[in-house]
Structure formats: structure tokens, C-alpha cells
């Protein structure tokens, strides 16, 4: 019982993270695509975009990865191919968050001038990462 | 943090998992310091880029996270560069 639990709560907080994830891709699209500085109000709304992250989708994405951790042990996982494989790109999906709350808050900071952004880029490596996770998940055992 | 769950990891779990046959203390520290590792990797990486710091520099302090004591020499040099 307890598993299940902690199964549904590690789906609602990648959920949660991801969805945070895509906020961070498009507000730093938005921001790289707009010319000129950051208005007030832009900068206002990256603000909350940070409270948001951190009070939100930083500890989602904690509690994911402590939730998966969990699962794994119990299920003594650790030794499977597809977890060896999800594994390191978890790691690196929680890398690409922490890069792009540094971007935001660098953007705050430098009022938009001195951010490097490739949205394409970017928007692969995310979306192929998240199919292959679910794909690794979906099939397991392989 | 990092660097102490790792150095507990090679410099006791692992040897007592080979030379007392007591794989336990392994499979306990392995994913926390797993999951330590990636809360470093994701604290570091962020306050580089906020920082915009060299990117020689974030190759060496993500590489560091693999080497025993890494962790605490970068974690001096992180806290001097953001005094100084």
C-alpha cells in the first residue's frame, strides 16, 4: 500500500516539475525573442516565476527524485537497464532546471542583455529526455 | 555534504562490502549519496550561470563531485569567489 502511495505521489510531483520546466523554457523564449530591456512589469512576472520555482518546482523536483529513490530501493531496481538508464537523464533534466532558474535570475539581473538561449535546442533535449523516461518506465524489465 | 556521503561511500561502504561481505551499508548510502550528488550538481550549475562564471570552471567544480575531497575544494573556492 505504502508503495502506491508514494508511486502516486512521485507522478504528481513530476507533474508538478515539469510543468515548471516548460514556465522556465517559454519565459526564457519570451525573453530572448522580445527586443529591447526588460519592462517592469516583465521583470515582475520573472520574479514570481522564481518564487514559483523555488518554493514549488525546486521541491517537486527533490521530492521526485527522493520518491523514485525510494521506490527503487524497495523494489531493489537498482540492477535493471532501464533504471541505469533513466537515471542519468533524471540527472540531467534536474541539470537543465537549475541552468535555467540561473538564466531567470540572471535575466532579472542584467535586465534580458546577456542571456544565450537556443529554445530548439533546448526544447529537443527536454521533450526526448521526458518520451525516453516514460518509454524506460512504460516497458521496464528490458 | 556531497563530498562527506562520498568519501563515506568509497572509504567505508565499499570496503566493507568487499572485505567483510556486507553489502547493506552500500545499497543504503549509494542512492543518498546519489541523490545529494544531484542536488550539488543542481545548486552548483545554478549559481554558476546566475553568476556567469568561466565555463573551464563549471566543467572542474561538476567533475569535482567524482573526485574524493573535490567537493570541499570547490566549496572553498565557491564561497572566496562569492566574498571576493
Known amino acids: 500500500m505504502i508503495y502506491l502511495v ?11 516539475w515539469i510543468s515548471g520546466m516548460i514556465m522556465q523554457i517559454l519565459s526564457l523564449h519570451v525573453g530572448k525573442t522580445l527586443p529591447g530591456a526588460l519592462l517592469p512589469q516583465e521583470i515582475a512576472r520573472l520574479r514570481c516565476l522564481i518564487k514559483y520555482d523555488r518554493f514549488v518546482v525546486a521541491p517537486a523536483m527533490f521530492i521526485t527524485i527522493g520518491s523514485g529513490l525510494f521506490m527503487a530501493l524497495n523494489a531493489e531496481w537498482f540492477h535493471y537497464t532501464w533504471l541505469q538508464v533513466k537515471i542519468p537523464l533524471v540527472v540531467l533534466l534536474a541539470a537543465i ?5 540561473g538564466k531567470i535570475k540572471r535575466m532579472i539581473n542584467t535586465s534580458g542583455s546577456d542571456i544565450s538561449f537556443n529554445t530548439v535546442r ?3 533535449i527536454f521533450l526526448s529526455s521526458i518520451l525516453i523516461i516514460i518509454f524506460l518506465v512504460v516497458m521496464k524489465f528490458i | 555534504m556531497e563530498g562527506s556521503t562520498l568519501l563515506l561511500l568509497i572509504g567505508i561502504a565499499v570496503p566493507l562490502k568487499y572485505l567483510a561481505n556486507t553489502p547493506e551499508l552500500v545499497q543504503l548510502l ?16 545554478n549559481t554558476s550561470v546566475q553568476e556567469n562564471w568561466n565555463i573551464r570552471f563549471i566543467i572542474m567544480g561538476c567533475s569535482a563531485a567524482f573526485i574524493p575531497f573535490g567537493g570541499f575544494i570547490v566549496s ?6 562569492l566574498k571576493g
Do not use: D, E, M, R
Open chain 1, 6 to 16: 508514494i508511486k502516486t505521489l512521485h507522478i504528481f510531483f513530476v507533474f508538478l
Open chain 1, 97 to 101: 532546471h537549475g541552468v535555467h532558474s
Open chain 2, 30 to 45: 549509494g542512492p543518498i549519496h546519489g541523490a545529494i550528488f544531484i542536488l550539488y550538481l543542481w545548486s552548483f550549475l
Open chain 2, 76 to 81: 572553498k573556492f565557491v564561497q572566496n569567489t
Open chain 1, 122 to 124: 533546448v526544447s529537443i
